[in-house]
């Protein structure tokens, strides 16, 4: 069965840190790119959730939506089939739910990712960022 269940989710004060984890498995790793997601407070059930950032399981190549930009950080560790999410200087409008997806592999290109569906979901984990 193919599955990503992410981790490391929490309440922090703004300006905080935390670090999301991603652990896949259930298909090659190495097929896919890895992406997260965040679904915030204001987006209902059928609101689409917005790309946060990408990167190429192979390649390494990363890809960031402009209000992350210098304060996230995207890294895999193949070995563990495991992609992170470092938070930095946390605002309260990164509040959301945060989720990873395993899609196509060149998506992180121009920002694909954010506007295709994704093969595989996880099932989030919550972020809340306090002011």
């Known amino acids: 069965e193919s599955q990503l269940v992410e981790s490391g989710g929490g309440l922090v004060q703004a300006g905080g840190s935390l670090r999301l984890s991603c652990a896949a498995s259930?298909?090659?790793?190495?097929?896919?790119?890895i992406a997260w997601f965040r679904q915030g407070p204001g987006q209902g059930p059928g609101k689409e959730r917005d790309?946060?950032?990408?990167?190429?399981?192979?390649?390494?190549?990363?890809d960031y939506e402009d209000s992350v930009k210098g304060r996230f950080t995207i890294s895999k560790d193949n070995a563990k089939k495991t992609v992170y999410l470092q938070m930095n200087s946390l605002k309260p409008e990164d509040t959301a739910f945060y989720f990873c997806a395993a899609t196509l592999k060149t998506a992180c290109y121009g920002g694909t990712y954010s506007r295709i569906v994704p093969a595989y979901w996880g099932q989030g984990t919550h972020v809340i960022v306090s002011s």
């Open positions: 259930g298909f090659r790793f190495d097929d896919y790119a």
């Open positions: 790309g946060v950032s990408c990167i190429n399981t192979s390649d390494g190549t990363t």
